[in-house]
DNA sequence: CCTACCGATCGGTAGG
DNA sequence: CCTACCGATCGGTAGG
C-alpha cells in the first residue's frame, strides 16, 4: 500500500483538483511540490529507521514512484539527508531576531525560545535532525548544519550572559545552560507520545517552569 | 593500525605478563576476557558511526583479528549491541536501591541519582546506549533493555512523587521531570569533550543547581 | 584463527 | 523535442 504524495504533506487534493493543478500550476512548481514531498516522507523515515537503515527503495515505495524516479528531484541520498536538515531550521531567524529585543524581559524570551524549539524539534524535519543528526554527512555537508546549530547555541549563549548581567538570572556558565536546554528538548522526540495525555505546550510549560523557578519547594542558596 | 586488546579496556601487560597469563589463567576466562574486549570497541565504534554504520570488519580491524575471527566469541552482529546495552545497565541495581533509602533527603538523592547517571551515560557503553539506543534490535531483544530503561524512569518518578508529598518538591508532573532529567543528561555525549574545560561533575553540578534551584534569581510563583 | 566465499541488498545509473 | 517515468542492471559491500 502506498501513499499518495497529498498525504506526504501536501494539501489534499480531489482528483478533479489535481487535473486542475496540472492544467494552472507551472512545471517548475509541481517539480518543487514533489521534491518537498520527498523530502518530508525521507525526514520521517530517517528518522524512524536512522539514515542507514532506510533505502532509497523505502522512500520511493511510500511515494508511490520507483526508486529510479527520485533521482528526477534529488541528486543522491546525502542530498536527501542534508536538505531536511536545512530545513529544520527554516524558522531560526525569526525566532533568533526576537531574542534581540532587550524590551522583552529574559525570562519571557527564554521562554519564547524553549516553545519555538520544542515545536521545531517535534515536526518532520525536526525529529530528522534530533534523531539522526549530521553525523551520516560528510564534512563538506555537515559544516553547514552546524552552523545552524552555534547560531542558535549562541543566541541562547547570550541571552544568559544577558540575563545575568541584568540580575534576572543567578550566575551559571552559559554553554552549560544551553546545552542543558538543547538536551532537555532535543530528548523529547525519543519519547514523546501525540496521543497521550500531554501536548507539547505541557512539556514546554513543566521544563520551564523547573528550569527557572527549580524544583525545590523551599529556594536554596 | 590496529589496537591491542588491552588498550580496548583490560589492564596494560607486558608481554611476559602475557605470557605467564597464557599460562595461568583458564582458557574460558581468556575467552570471556576477549569476548569483553570486542564488546567495549564495538560500543566504541557504535557510538561514533551508528550501528549500520560499522562493520564487523571494522570491529575486528580495530582487535587485531579478523571477521570470521569474531564468531568464535559472538553470535552476530545484533548480539553484540544487545550486550553492550544490558551491560550499561551493568550498575543499575545498586544506584536503584540507594534512592530507597528514606533517612537522605529526596534532593540529596536526585543529586546523586545525576551524578551516577551521568557518569554511566559517559562510559563507553552508556555512549552506545544514548547514541544508538535500541532501535536496531529486534522487539524480542529490545524489551530487555526497556525493562532496564522503565526501572530507571520509575526510580526517578518515584522519588519526585516522594518529594512532592513530602513537601520537599514543587508539585509537577513526575513522568516530565523524570523525561526532562534523562533528556539533559543523555544529551552529553552528543557535546561533551573531555578535553574541555568543564569535567562531567561540573556539569552535573550545575545542571542540578539550575533544576533545585532555578535559573531565576529572584524566585517567582 | 584465516581464506574464500554465499545470498541479499545497497546506492546509483543505463537505455528506451 | 521535453518531462517524467519504467524495467533492468551496474559496481560494491553488507552479514554470515
Redesign the pocket.
Known amino acids: 500500500m502506498s501513499s499518495s504524495i497529498d498525504e506526504a504533506g501536501l494539501p489534499a487534493t480531489t482528483a478533479r483538483q489535481t487535473a486542475a493543478r496540472r492544467r494552472k500550476v507551472p512545471?517548475e512548481v509541481?517539480?518543487e511540490d514533489?521534491r518537498l514531498a520527498i523530502l518530508r516522507i525521507a525526514a520521517q523515515l530517517f528518522a524512524q529507521h536512522g539514515y542507514e537503515a532506510?533505502?532509497?527503495?523505502m522512500i520511493g515505495e511510500q511515494l508511490g514512484?520507483?526508486?529510479?524516479?527520485l533521482?528526477?528531484y534529488i541528486k543522491?541520498?546525502?542530498e536527501v539527508l542534508y536538505f531536511c536538515l536545512v530545513k529544520s531550521f527554516e524558522n531560526i531567524d525569526e525566532v533568533v531576531e526576537r531574542m534581540q529585543d532587550r524590551s522583552v524581559p529574559t525570562l519571557e524570551r527564554l521562554r519564547y525560545f524553549a516553545r519555538s524549539l520544542a515545536h521545531a524539534q517535534n515536526s518532520d524535519f525536526g525529529r530528522c535532525l534530533v534523531m539522526v543528526g549530521l553525523r551520516p554527512l560528510t564534512n563538506e555537508a555537515s559544516v553547514d548544519i552546524r552552523r545552524f546549530q552555534r547560531k542558535l547555541d549562541k543566541t541562547v549563549r547570550d541571552l544568559v550572559t544577558e540575563g545575568i548581567a541584568s540580575g534576572e538570572l543567578k550566575p551559571v556558565a552559559p554553554p552549560l545552560f544551553s546545552a542543558m536546554l538543547f538536551g532537555m528538548f532535543n530528548w523529547v522526540p525519543q519519547w514523546f507520545d501525540a496521543n497521550g495525555k500531554f501536548s507539547i505546550d505541557d512539556v514546554v510549560d513543566t521544563f520551564m517552569n523547573t528550569v527557572i523557578n527549580g524544583a525545590a519547594a523551599t529556594p536554596r542558596r
Open positions: 512545471p509541481r517539480h514533489k532506510t533505502s532509497l527503495d514512484m520507483h526508486k529510479a524516479t533521482y528526477h543522491n541520498k546525502e
